[in-house]
């Protein structure tokens, strides 16, 4: 250990300390150490402060998400402290205070981690200390649980005078290790970084072990009857049917991503009689507001209800919940307040269910529901002590339009075009549906690859992203049950489905009197009902969510072309192509848009090519298979081999930012064959 730099040091504690959840919450909390390093403008020693900056995760933090500041500048910082009504102006103060270029920007807990005369400062939010510190006698169970080494601050906006107060509280306690930081969490401090480390986690244990003993049996109240958690098939079944709903609640302002989450925590706090009035107190951590909203929505029916009364009731709700919200911003919002950010919930919770939670993407989705979670933590340790008591609704106003978090925002990139759709694509774990399936993701979108082997199907998505952006998924699309499963899966990952590519193929060459009746048959098992039960079943999810959508297919330029020998394919490819008139026709009151590309040639990367039908073709047109590719080249009009990702590009533009005014269109990706022309 001695053998670290301080800031390596900082780095490793960090890096322990937010690696266990009980710890602190996901990017929350910050730690700090001091040091001397030589200036290498002066020559001489100058005395530093590392600082996790804005933004990043104690987890996985590294040096370069640390800002390093000049400890006599930041000092100096207390004599021009223009008082507690302009403390923000105090952030932008902190530029001046850096050392050298580079690093993090410096968060708004800087102030706190400067100014206290220690070391070594962690700051935290356990979901054990947050317990302590929204007690109603929060400051009473400190001194019981802590005796005069911990020390209570009341509620205070994060800022230069929290950090103000911090450096006073233990310049007046020497013997104290800590704090209790009312409402928000805990500061600890040390003159090594072992010390700090080990007095944060000495805080946050004796919290939870204090917790442990003294808790009430049933912090939430006795069970409530029917509120019990659904059997798990039943309740996946449920989640699934009502997910496009959900999320068109969620979306009414903007199109969000959702995280599905049926873990016990969250089943057993829905299943207690408390939990109307304790979802409606609202969450407390400073860190929650922008990620949960203040409360979030709760479906006042039990676990038994139909899924259409709880549709009926979700809607009521929604329209109770936007207006509970809208009057919370009015009775709050000052003259320079940021403009309202939308009135939806970002959680949304249903008895013996589970936690549906809402973000811009995947991940921000899924933090969200920590968060929650982490927000139901802290009520059963409140409520199992004393009172859960979260600060007032006009100081989360604050925080939640505080005009540094604005500005963040505005900071924040552009989103990708495909940004906060979710796309389903069939037959993606190879060839045009894999290259489709990249692209979208590159693009933003989060994909579920559906195809029939399960391994293929995840291996492609593993190629593609990690968990947050891609889902491969096994189904047959000629099984209704399996399309069924494979859908209700990419909505219990995504919360949704915007976006369906009808990929999945095969492709038998046979003349007509080689063509049984069973290949005829698989032919159209796979790709007309496949697409119509893939298009059936994600149409279902799209009208609940009331937020439009694409369908594309992938046709053929066979749909339209009679080459020889392909009476079996090119008939359902024809059936294909009408049924994304039909669809266009049918669903373009529900604001979705059916769609069609009618590719030609592809032969690299497709297996359909490789597995025998290339060979055919090739022997139909008289060339070598491996020249088939180039063969097709030359007989378009552009002398261009089509690969898959031509077709991807197409696929793109269909469903894009750009082509919003057109439904029912092919579109032929060929590089030119005059004879498959759409008229
Ligand atoms: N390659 C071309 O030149 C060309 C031309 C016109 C149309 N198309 C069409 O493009 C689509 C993709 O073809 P490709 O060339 O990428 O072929 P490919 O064989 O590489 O991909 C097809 C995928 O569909 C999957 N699949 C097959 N049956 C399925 C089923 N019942 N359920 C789920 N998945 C199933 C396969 O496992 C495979 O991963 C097909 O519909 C094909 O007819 C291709
Ligand atoms: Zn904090």
Same mark, same amino acid.
């Given at each position: 250990?001695?053998?670290?730099?301080?800031?390596?040091? /900082?780095?490793?504690?960090?890096?322990?300390?937010?690696?266990?959840?009980?710890?602190?919450?996901?990017?929350?909390?910050?730690?700090?150490?001091?040091?001397?390093?030589?200036? +290498?403008?002066?020559?001489?020693?100058?005395? /530093?402060?590392?600082?996790?900056?804005?933004?990043?995760?104690?987890?996985?933090?590294?040096?370069?998400?640390?800002?390093?500041? %000049?400890?006599?500048?930041?000092?100096?910082?207390?004599?021009?402290?223009?008082?507690?009504?302009?403390?923000?102006?105090?952030?932008?103060?902190?530029?001046?205070?850096?050392?050298?270029? @580079?690093? *993090?920007? +410096?968060?708004?807990?800087?102030?706190?981690?400067?100014?206290?005369?220690?070391?070594?400062?962690?700051?935290?939010?356990?979901?054990?200390?947050?317990?302590?510190?929204?007690?109603?006698?929060?400051?009473?169970?400190?001194?019981?649980?802590?005796?005069?080494?911990?020390?209570?601050?009341?509620?205070? %906006?994060?800022?230069?005078?929290?950090?103000?107060?911090? *450096?006073?509280?233990?310049?007046?306690?020497?013997?104290?290790?800590?704090?209790?930081?009312?409402?928000?969490?805990?500061?600890?401090?040390?003159?090594?970084?072992?010390?700090?480390?080990?007095?944060?986690?000495?805080? &946050?244990?004796?919290?939870?072990?204090? =917790?442990?003993?003294?808790?009430?049996?049933?912090?939430? @109240?006795?069970?409530?009857?029917?509120?019990?958690?659904?059997?798990?098939?039943?309740?996946?079944?449920?989640?699934?049917?009502?997910?496009?709903?959900?999320?068109? &609640?969620?979306?009414?302002?903007? #199109?969000?991503?959702?995280?599905?989450?049926?873990?016990? !925590? !969250? /089943?057993?706090?829905?299943?207690?009689?408390?939990?109307?009035? /304790?979802?409606?107190? @609202?969450?407390?951590?400073?860190?929650?507001?922008?990620?949960?909203?203040?409360?979030?929505?709760?479906?006042?029916?039990?676990?038994?209800?139909?899924?259409?009364?709880?549709?009926?009731?979700?809607?009521?709700?929604?329209?109770?919940?936007?207006?509970?919200?809208?009057?919370?911003?009015?009775?709050?919002?000052?003259?320079?307040?940021?403009?309202?950010?939308?009135?939806?919930?970002? =959680?949304?919770?249903?008895?013996?269910?589970?936690?549906?939670?809402?973000?811009?993407?995947?991940?921000?989705?899924?933090?969200?529901?920590?968060?929650?979670?982490?927000?139901?933590?802290?009520?059963?340790?409140?409520?199992?002590?004393?009172?859960?008591?979260?600060?007032?609704?006009?100081?989360?106003? %604050?925080?939640?339009?505080?005009?540094?978090?604005?500005?963040?925002?505005?900071?924040?990139?552009? +989103?990708? +075009?495909?940004?906060?759709?979710?796309?389903?694509?069939?037959?993606?774990?190879?060839?045009?549906?894999?290259?489709?399936?990249?692209?979208?993701?590159?693009?933003?979108?989060?994909?579920?690859?559906?195809?029939?082997?399960?391994?293929?199907?995840?291996?492609?998505?593993?190629?593609?992203?990690?968990?947050?952006?891609?889902?491969?998924?096994?189904?047959?699309?000629?099984?209704?049950?399996?399309?069924?499963?494979?859908?209700?899966?990419?909505?219990?990952?995504?919360?949704?489905?915007?976006?369906?590519?009808?990929?999945?193929?095969?492709?038998?060459?046979?003349?007509?009197?080689?063509?049984?009746?069973?290949?005829?048959?698989?032919?159209?098992?796979?790709?007309?009902?496949?697409?119509?039960?893939?298009?059936?079943?994600?149409?279902?999810?799209?009208?609940?969510?009331?937020?439009?959508?694409?369908?594309?297919?992938?046709?053929?330029?066979?749909?339209?072309?009679?080459? #020889?020998?392909?009476?079996?394919?090119?008939?359902?490819?024809?059936?294909?192509?009408?049924?994304?008139?039909?669809?266009?026709?049918?669903?373009?009151?529900?604001?979705?848009?059916?769609?069609?590309?009618?590719?030609? @040639?592809?032969?690299?990367?497709?297996?359909?090519?490789?597995?025998?039908?290339?060979?055919?073709?090739?022997?139909?047109?008289?060339?070598?298979?491996?020249?088939?590719?180039?063969?097709?080249?030359?007989?378009?009009?552009?002398?261009?081999?089509?690969?898959?990702?031509?077709? *991807?590009?197409?696929?793109?533009?269909?469903?894009?930012?750009?082509?919003?005014?057109?439904?029912?269109?092919?579109?032929?990706?060929?590089?030119?064959?005059?004879?498959?022309?759409?008229?």
């Amino acid at each position: 250990m001695t053998d670290l730099t301080v800031p390596q040091q /900082l780095i490793a504690r960090s890096n322990r300390l937010g690696s266990d959840p009980k710890n602190t919450n996901y990017a929350g909390g910050n730690t700090s150490a001091k040091g001397t390093e030589t200036d +290498p403008v002066t020559g001489q020693p100058v005395e /530093l402060v590392w600082v996790k900056g804005s933004g990043g995760d104690l987890g996985t933090l590294k040096e370069a998400g640390l800002a390093v500041l %000049r400890l006599d500048r930041m000092r100096a910082l207390v004599d021009v402290y223009p008082g507690i009504e302009r403390e923000d102006e105090m952030v932008a103060a902190f530029d001046y205070c850096l050392h050298g270029k @580079g690093g *993090a920007a +410096p968060s708004i807990d800087t102030a706190m981690h400067g100014l206290v005369d220690a070391a070594h400062v962690d700051h935290l939010h356990p979901d054990s200390g947050i317990a302590i510190a929204t007690a109603a006698d929060g400051e009473a169970l400190t001194s019981k649980i802590y005796g005069d080494k911990v020390v209570w601050v009341p509620w205070r %906006r994060p800022g230069f005078q929290l950090g103000l107060d911090i *450096a006073a509280i233990k310049e007046k306690n020497p013997q104290a290790v800590g704090c209790i930081l009312g409402g928000h969490g805990i500061t600890a401090w040390g003159d090594t970084s072992d010390e700090a480390e080990a007095n944060s986690l000495w805080i &946050i244990d004796t919290a939870a072990a204090y =917790i442990a003993e003294n808790s009430k049996a049933e912090p939430f @109240g006795p069970a409530l009857d029917g509120y019990g958690a659904l059997p798990e098939a039943e309740r996946r079944a449920k989640a699934a049917a009502l997910a496009g709903t959900i999320r068109g &609640i969620a979306s009414k302002d903007r #199109p969000m991503v959702g995280h599905f989450s049926d873990a016990d !925590v !969250v /089943l057993d706090f829905l299943a207690a009689a408390e939990h109307p009035r /304790l979802a409606a107190l @609202g969450t407390s951590c400073p860190d929650h507001f922008l990620r949960t909203k203040v409360k979030p929505l709760v479906l006042d029916l039990p676990a038994s209800a139909s899924v259409e009364d709880s549709i009926a009731r979700l809607k009521e709700l929604h329209e109770a919940y936007r207006e509970d919200y809208q009057g919370y911003y009015d009775r709050n919002a000052t003259a320079d307040s940021p403009a309202i950010r939308g009135a939806d919930p970002l =959680i949304v919770l249903v008895p013996g269910v589970g936690m549906f939670s809402f973000g811009k993407d995947k991940q921000t989705a899924r933090v969200a529901g920590e968060f929650y979670t982490n927000a139901i933590n802290v009520m059963r340790g409140a409520e199992g002590l004393s009172t859960y008591a979260p600060i007032d609704e006009a100081e989360k106003f %604050r925080i939640e339009y505080w005009a540094l978090e604005e500005a963040k925002l505005q900071r924040m990139p552009k +989103p990708k +075009p495909m940004a906060s759709r979710i796309a389903f694509i069939t037959g993606a774990a190879g060839g045009i549906g894999k290259a489709t399936a990249k692209k979208l993701a590159a693009e933003g979108a989060c994909v579920v690859i559906a195809d029939l082997d399960l391994a293929k199907a995840q291996a492609a998505a593993a190629e593609i992203g990690g968990a947050d952006v891609a889902l491969g998924v096994a189904a047959d699309v000629s099984d209704e049950v399996a399309v069924q499963a494979a859908i209700d899966a990419a909505v219990l990952a995504f919360g949704g489905i915007d976006l369906v590519v009808n990929n999945a193929g095969l492709s038998l060459s046979k003349s007509l009197l080689d063509t049984t009746g069973e290949d005829f048959d698989l032919q159209h098992r796979v790709m007309a009902k496949g697409s119509f039960l893939v298009s059936k079943a994600a149409a279902t999810v799209m009208i609940a969510q009331e937020m439009g959508g694409d369908i594309i297919y992938i046709s053929s330029k066979n749909s339209v072309f009679a080459g #020889p020998n392909n009476i079996a394919y090119s008939a359902t490819k024809a059936n294909q192509a009408h049924q994304v008139r039909l669809l266009a026709a049918e669903l373009g009151a529900h604001g979705i848009k059916v769609n069609g590309v009618n590719p030609d @040639g592809v032969v690299q990367g497709s297996g359909i090519f490789a597995s025998g039908w290339g060979a055919n073709r090739a022997a139909v047109y008289g060339v070598e298979e491996k020249d088939l590719g180039k063969f097709y080249a030359q007989r378009t009009i552009l002398k261009k081999e089509v690969l898959p990702e031509h077709i *991807a590009n197409a696929v793109f533009v269909l469903c894009g930012p750009e082509m919003t005014h057109t439904t029912g269109l092919h579109v032929p990706v060929d590089a030119g064959v005059a004879a498959a022309f759409l008229r």
